[in-house]
């Protein structure tokens, strides 16, 4: 047993007086419950007023204490207890529910079978009374000493934060007063000789980035990183500290300057700097959500007046989410014209970047520390890391501590070892000034505002503990557990470079990538050939820019993202992007071994089918077991990877991605914080590289997701975190406006609602209710249905078929059982014979091809968005449709909640609407004048 588990006790009314007083103070002044009854009643009277319950909702700035206090399920808590890997006792693992528990069955077992009490249940008992009962205070013992840890630590981090050792404060207080001296003996004669033998001697050098010299002494005093150092940094043990060259990624300047807004006349536009090369500015219009309104739609005239506009004036250098501390950090950035170069405080970028230089202070490993190595222990590295640790700079040993401990991890742990080691890189990857990990619900699942936190994330949270040891100026524990402070960003840059080294290997060492690459399966398959123009230029964009990162960031890419209209050949742009990059790289056709495919349900037959069209045999349909099959395209539906992704099984697919080509196909429905977003984004951050493509990049309201994905592409750009400096990313889109020649007409047809609908739309408009505006929505609905069929029918009878689509699979049901219609189909293979009407729901109209056989659809307004609408319109405008003119027929109940949602949705919004939403803002008052003929539409827009 660790002395540490020896130490823990019971509370105590003595040792934990404070703790106990401050806790209980922070209860009654909280309210605790009090607080969550005031929220309910809020949402209640919002209800009553038909205002949405979200409405006017904020997010509570910090988490209340009571969260840890009364509940034992503050959501850190899971990542503190029941420490896993090599270190963990029995115990710990019983306590845990195995080592693979989540963390829904971690807090249940916490409550059930540890402390048996859930106070949103159960009052908790009395520290006075109930001595002898199962969950009370007393009953703790030494059975429990992970749990009481967890307990204190998550507590004690919360009131007071981590606890840093008084030598680091020394330590600074002594180099001061060494430079101090240093400067007032260089005005001696003496010394100055000294110095001047030294030189010659070599014990010093100019530049501080050679090696040390061949003195005894400072032999001695060096450590195994001063000979071997990862990063050709120089360690000076006398002096305590260590220093280096560690480039910047040229991206930086784009992502510092963001946003140059320029107006010219009554037009305001946007000029960002290159992402790679600053001089080669975009100019851009403002990003809109409307089909027809192009960013980059700007004649080059007026481009080159604005980049010179952009050029004349002078920049503020923000800073606030940058991973650095460059001299012109808070200076101004402005364009040299006799040099034609941008240049950050006057010192021109690239000299900046290339030049730039970084110092830290070097700590002295402590007994605890070193006995912690050698014994391995996780328990007594988590205290170190949150009770003994020191606040800055990096501690002597580090890098060779840390690869030792990584090595450790992959021997015991296998192949767990290596899905810890990929989350951790995953997590930290695109973070720079704090690294936030995912946090559970308080029921152990996917948190209101959080991605998924996956049964791994423990084991990640503490392996980052343990980094912040030996590298205390790149993590700090947060207050709020499970996330980290980076106090110096430049060392957490360090500590990235050292886990991608360490992933690449376990890579390369892995039976996979054993193979000498002539032995690639995709080596003999012969890429597409007679590829239209717009999709050859799109090919040669990817490998274009492939070069350029590797030219200019030093590092290959590892993602793309492009996009081409519904219909325009993504599918085998991607396919020939792909044989060619692995046939032209050996390195990737040596590690790569199988292609993974995330493709909407409705489209997988297709794309298996385009796959073998194009000259690819090994093909097949993502194996259950969710582990890719080598040699093989693996196609898989999207909404099926959060399953493969929290799978603990020894091979999954998250460990299997490091050897994996990962397509992502109709990218944007990975876009909302769903399960399955959480995993789409953790296998593009493990896979060996990916293309993520869509026809319509803005479905989001916002434009932070689709930076999000582009920037998995450009990991040296910090992403700020509101997104305010997006759209240099956004310019690393690649684009292409394809006209395939289809002209696409829509007809409205208005049909007034019959006596028995105008009448429930009258009594609803008269009621009141919770769900009000909705329930009016199905009654206009139902009202068409009828001329839906009818207008499907004619137009599918005339012209060979009809794509009908309707709102959901409920609405599917209602028009089968009314009027005969066939049942929803995947693959258009479900019609009616006579008419050929298929129906599809307005949700899954996005991904098939077999609709460009089709010349019609027939369709209502339905709730959501232009580009849910745009990748309908893309099923029969598309490349295989023989018709030069396809059509859309809207059928409308006049006067009716869902015309105003069409008219609003094309007129003035263009973007995701509810039915709540338009009654709220109109009223039922005016929706039924509306109705009633009362009031013109034209007066309501």
Known sequence: EHRIFKEIKPFSSFEDKNHWISSSVLLSRNGSFAGDEAMLEDIAARGVRFASPKQGF???????????????SFRGIGHFSWSAGPGETPEMKELGGGDDSS???????????????????????????????????????????CVRIAQRDTLRLMIEGPKFLEESEKEKEKQQKTKVEERDSEESDEEEAKKEKEREKGKETENGFDSFGEDEDEEEESNEDAETDLFGGVWSLKEKNYRLRLPLSPTLLSAAVGEIPISKGKSKYVVVLGLYTPEFEKVLKKPSRDKKDDLFDISSELRKELIAI???GTWPFHSNYLPCEVPGKNKQVTYCKHKKKWCVGGIEWDTLRKNYEVSFNVHSATPSMKHALAEFSFPEFIHLSLWERYRDGIVEGCWVAIRSIIKHILEKMERKGQRILLRSYAIIRRQWTSVRLPIPGLDGGKGSDELMCYVFDKWVYQFLLILSVWVPGALTPSRSVPHFDVPQPDLLRCVKVLLAREIEEMSTASPSSSSSPSSSPFLSIKPPENLLTHQRDTVDDLHKKDQLALERDGFPRRSHFFCLATGAGKTRVA???????????????????????????????DIVAEIRKSGVKNVCKMPATGVPKSGYFNVVKDNVIAKFAQSTAEDSLCVAASRCFFVFDEVDRCYNLTQRTSAALECAENCFKSVCMTATPLRSNTQQPLYQWINLGVPSFPL?????????????????????????????????????YLSQYKDLCNSSGKNLFNLLANVSYQAIDKMM???????????????????????????????????VTTDGTVYEAKTGIRVVPYNACRGFNWGSVLGHIVVSQYPGNLSTYTQMVGRINRQGQKRKEVFVHKILPAGTVVEILHERHCFVDRKSRSFEAIGEYYGPDCLLKLATGEVLKSSLQ
Request: proline content about 6%; charged content about 25%; overall charge positive.
């Open 310 to 312: 952009a050029r004349e």
């Open 103 to 145: 963390f829904t069955s971690r807090y249940k077992h916490l409550f059930q079978n540890v402390t048996g009490v859930n106070p949103r249940r159960d009052d908790p008992p009395s520290p006075k009374e109930n001595k002898s009962a199962k969950g009370g205070w007393q009953s703790w013992e030494d059975q429990y000493p």
């Open 575 to 605: 396919i020939t992007y792909i044989l060619e990059f692995l046939q032209k790289d050996l390195f990737a056709s040596s590690v790569v071994d199988a292609v993974v495919w995330l493709s909407p349900l409705a489209a997988i037959d």
């Open 720 to 756: 700020a975190a509101n997104g305010n400096n997006g759209l240099p990313l956004a310019c690393d889109m690649i684009k292409k406006n394809v006209d395939i020649g289809i002209k696409v007409t829509t007809k409205l047809h208005r049909f007034p609602l019959e006596k028995q």
């Open 789 to 823: 069929v009818k207008i499907a029918r004619e137009v599918g009878e005339k012209d060979g078929g009809c794509l009908l689509v309707v709102r959901d699979a409920e609405h599917a049901l209602r028009l089968a059982s009314r009027f005969g219609t066939p049942s």
């Open 58 to 72: 904020q997010r509570p700035k910090r988490m209340w204490l009571w969260h840890i206090v009364d509940q034992h």
